[in-house]
């Protein structure tokens, strides 16, 4: 029996674009729900699937997992609570329970965890523009680094060494001015190659569109979107309390999608915000901590509902 068949599906929506207001011809479509599973999955002593993945666009959370996620207040997981109902497509009792309680998911930590992963698309904008504007020109050797063809160190050895010197415990160790010298030539190259795959799978794998994009103004502006997408949401929740996932602000998000800000406008717009996230934060009517206790014994009463069912 396919694990999705013994579950209970309690709520289930459209994400993504089409739940952002973004979406554009050949947009996919973005499904993700909450599920319960079977008591056995509660009672047993093996472990349990935390999610369902029906399509790389289509995902299920078991409920413990998404409260959980819900909690630490990641992104994802907290704009499926605030979709527009016209993007629900299941909703139960116990689902709606789930959504009367949403804004009990609500904290400070919005700051962090928006802005973080607002961050994480600027970093992914800054290396493929450094990619653009300076491709890797060959692949790099260990010749390069003044290194023989292979190590003559065991790798769990350099990597122990590579510890005590994050930890400043090897300076003061018994280790000579030549093995500090080997082990840092390692290290530049080993980041170096790492550098160098990255730069390899990214021209391998990245989309025909987004590539002409980026040729074309210099920079990922898909990611650019999302990046100012993500901040404007942290400094909205922050200030009212309200989760817009249906954004206000498309036009202007799809100008940013095509291209219309140049890479130094962006990266002004960006410092901008997270200076604006970091004064909202500790003014803001959030709680600094979700209520745990209330929450878990929410996450009791939706299972043991649907158990009982």
């Not at 290194?147 to 065991?154: A, D, G, I, K, M």
């Not at 795959?197 to 898909?222: F, M």
């Not at 990266?267 to 206790?293: F, G, M, W």
Request: glycine share 4%; net charge negative; aromatic share 6%.
């Amino acid at each position: 029996m396919k694990t999705d068949d013994v579950t209970t599906l309690i709520y289930e929506t459209v994400h993504g674009s089409r739940a952002y207001g973004l979406a554009r011809d050949g947009s996919d479509t973005d499904i993700k729900g909450v599920i319960v599973g079977p008591s056995i999955w509660y009672l047993g002593f093996t472990e349990s699937p935390e999610q369902v993945e029906l399509s790389a666009d289509h995902v299920r959370f078991e409920a413990r997992k998404f409260m959980r996620l819900a909690a630490a207040a990641n992104p994802t997981i907290l704009e499926l609570l605030f979709t527009d109902p016209e993007d629900h497509l299941t909703v139960t009792s116990a689902g709606q329970r789930l959504l009367d309680a949403r804004r009990r998911f609500l904290t400070k930590r919005v700051a962090d965890t928006f802005n973080g992963y607002a961050m994480g698309q600027l970093k992914r904008i800054k290396t493929h523009r450094r990619w653009l504007l300076e491709p890797p020109a060959t692949e790099p050797l260990r010749a390069d680094f003044g290194l023989p063809e292979s190590t003559v160190v065991p790798k769990d050895q350099l990597g122990a060494a590579e510890t005590l010197i994050e930890k400043g415990q090897l300076v003061d160790a018994d280790v000579s001015d030549n093995f500090l010298a080997l082990l840092a030539r390692e290290k530049r190259y080993k980041h170096a190659r790492q550098q160098w795959e990255q730069y390899r799978s990214w021209l391998k794998h990245r989309n025909p569109e987004r590539a002409a994009l980026e040729a074309e103004h210099g920079y990922d502006t898909k990611h650019a979107m999302h990046l100012v997408r993500l901040q404007r949401m942290a400094t909205e929740i922050l200030e009212t309390g309200e989760v817009r996932v249906r954004r206000q602000d498309r036009e202007e998000l799809l100008q940013v999608r095509d291209g219309a800000w140049s890479y130094d406008a962006l990266i002004e717009h960006s410092e901008a915000l997270t200076r604006r996230v970091a004064e909202l934060k500790p003014s803001s009517a959030l709680p600094t901590e979700p209520d745990q206790d209330a929450l878990n014994v929410l996450c009791v009463e939706i299972v043991a509902e649907v158990l009982r069912a």
